[in-house]
């Protein structure tokens, strides 16, 4: 019903929940981002002082900019290319501002081509810590799996069919079902992991680990993480947070909103440092492992904990839960403009874009394996490559790019009108923030990055 009401007449997509806008972009924010990335993360930048350094990100740089983003899809109520240049033409300013929202849908589809391979792990895992094989170590399972191409594939095949499935359903049908469903189970399973930390975990240890700041570690590099980090672990700069504000009821206090979102986001980040800190400490393990933290570290915490046939599972669906609903807003901007210009169908456009993120994630499967000494950029292998090229490169670019048009190019009045439910001060701090603040940090960020 709402998907056939939605092909005809784009501009009346909406989601139909009051709760739906805040559920779906912390759908989006919440992933591995928080539950894999900011743990080892954290435990290899300094515990405290890493998570104190990410949250003046947050607040300073990550919500100026999730509430421009908001403001520029909800206004337009299209997809991110035509919101951006509907906005830019409305402030009398050049339509070329869409190059933002086209890089935003370039990023999406390159990071879901390895982000999908990550998650297919994760799915794969979900199994592995089931029954563990008696005879193997962590180290060596991460291996078995990780060698064979056939089987990242097959699990990353997997993914994205789940990806498309729900795409092709629809705003309403398909996404909006999803996180109602997903969300509450991904909020009721990291609780559970955290009750677990504090059983079977040494929490105190972990508490302090994730707040006592150890400035020792700190140096140029962990701003430029964190900043990196809260970008990603927002979903900004890509489309995706802008794509489902053109969603949002106009009703809807924006400002209230992305608090919400990016509140939640970081506490599911900490909470997931709780469920997972206190396990390594108690089963004897390093912090500092990086991106093997997770899976080879944990898991052989759950391979000695009781009930941990139990508990691994429940975590790798977690980690996967997290995955498939931020998956979904990687995707969704670049149908949505399919859709919009006509160009194919909602389903088809959700099968041929699914189709080529899968296709070019077969660059990350091989990186594991046959292809692991490749480079593609510096010294980079193919998934690290198109990490560092999205994640470090076109996200900040394209938040910056956001900032720097939402502070200086968009009209006052046009944004005032979004923001009209939340006080005036709000505006005022917003566009301060927005004019000056934001992109100021994030293009020191990005020019230290590019001369380093
Ligand atoms: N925010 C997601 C995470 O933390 C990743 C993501 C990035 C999703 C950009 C959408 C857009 O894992």
């Given amino acids: 019903m709402h998907s056939k009401h939605s092909s005809q007449i784009n501009e009346t997509i909406s989601w139909?929940?009051?709760?739906?806008f805040v559920l779906a972009a912390a759908g989006s924010a919440v992933g591995l981002?928080?539950?894999?990335?900011?743990?080892?993360?954290?435990g290899t930048e300094g515990g405290g002082a890493f998570v104190l350094i990410y949250l003046l990100c947050i607040l300073a740089?990550?919500?100026?900019i999730m509430m421009a983003e908001i403001i520029i899809g909800r206004?337009?109520?299209?997809?991110?290319?035509?919101?951006?240049?509907?906005?830019?033409?409305d402030s009398g300013k050049t339509s070329n501002w869409q190059v933002v929202g086209w890089s935003g849908l370039i990023s999406g589809i390159l990071i879901l081509s390895f982000y999908s391979v990550i998650a297919g792990i994760c799915l794969n895992y979900i199994l592995i810590s089931a029954s563990p094989a008696a005879d193997v170590s962590s180290v060596e399972q991460f291996g078995i799996v990780t060698s064979s191409s056939g089987r990242l594939l097959f699990w990353h095949s997997i993914f994205i069919a789940l990806n498309i499935l729900i795409i092709s359903?629809?705003?309403?049908?398909?996404?909006?079902?999803?996180?109602?469903l997903l969300m509450p189970m991904l909020f009721i399973l990291m609780l559970v992991m955290v009750i677990n930390a504090m059983i079977n975990g040494d929490f105190a240890r972990g508490l302090s680990f994730l707040f006592?700041?150890?400035?020792?570690?700190?140096?140029?590099?962990?701003?430029?993480r964190a900043m990196g980090?809260?970008?990603?672990?927002?979903?900004?700069?890509?489309?995706?947070?802008?794509?489902?504000?053109?969603?949002m009821p106009q009703n809807e206090n924006i400002f209230k909103t992305s608090l919400t979102v990016a509140g939640l986001d970081t506490l599911i980040a900490i909470l997931?440092?709780?469920?997972?800190?206190?396990?390594?400490?108690a089963y004897g393990m390093e912090p500092g492992t990086g991106p093997g933290l997770v899976f080879v570290s944990l898991l052989s915490a759950f391979v000695d904990m009781p009930f941990g046939n139990i508990v691994g599972p429940a975590f790798f669906a977690l980690l996967s839960i997290a995955a498939l609903s931020s998956a979904i807003s990687l995707l969704e901007p670049s149908v949505a403009y399919f859709e919009e210009e006509k160009i194919v169908s909602r389903f088809s456009a959700a099968m041929i874009l699914g189709l080529f993120a899968w296709f070019i994630g077969i660059g990350s499967v091989l990186s594991f394996n046959d292809w692991s000494d490749i480079s593609f950029i510096g010294n980079l292998n193919f998934l690290d490559s198109i990490d560092y090229l999205t994640n470090q490169f076109l996200m900040p670019l394209g938040g910056m790019m956001v900032a720097i048009f939402a502070g200086w190019f968009l009209k006052s009045n046009l944004a005032l009108d979004e923001l009209s439910s939340s006080h005036i001060l709000i505006f005022k701090i917003w566009k301060f923030f927005i004019k000056f603040i934001s992109p100021v940090l994030v293009a020191a960020v990005f020019v230290y990055q590019l001369v380093s």
Avoid: H
């Fill in 61 to 64: 740089v990550g919500l100026p």
């Fill in 229 to 247: 980090q809260a970008f990603f672990s927002l979903s900004l700069g890509m489309g995706s947070i802008m794509c489902y504000g053109s969603y």
């Fill in 33 to 42: 981002g928080n539950i894999w990335g900011f743990p080892y993360k954290a």
């Fill in 212 to 224: 006592a700041p150890d400035f020792s570690q700190v140096d140029a590099t962990t701003f430029l």
């Fill in 272 to 281: 997931a440092g709780l469920a997972i800190f206190p396990i390594i400490f």
């Fill in 16 to 20: 139909v929940g009051k709760w739906t």
């Fill in 169 to 180: 359903a629809g705003v309403v049908d398909g996404i909006e079902r999803m996180v109602r």
């Fill in 75 to 89: 206004r337009a109520r299209k997809s991110p290319v035509n919101a951006m240049k509907n906005a830019a033409i």
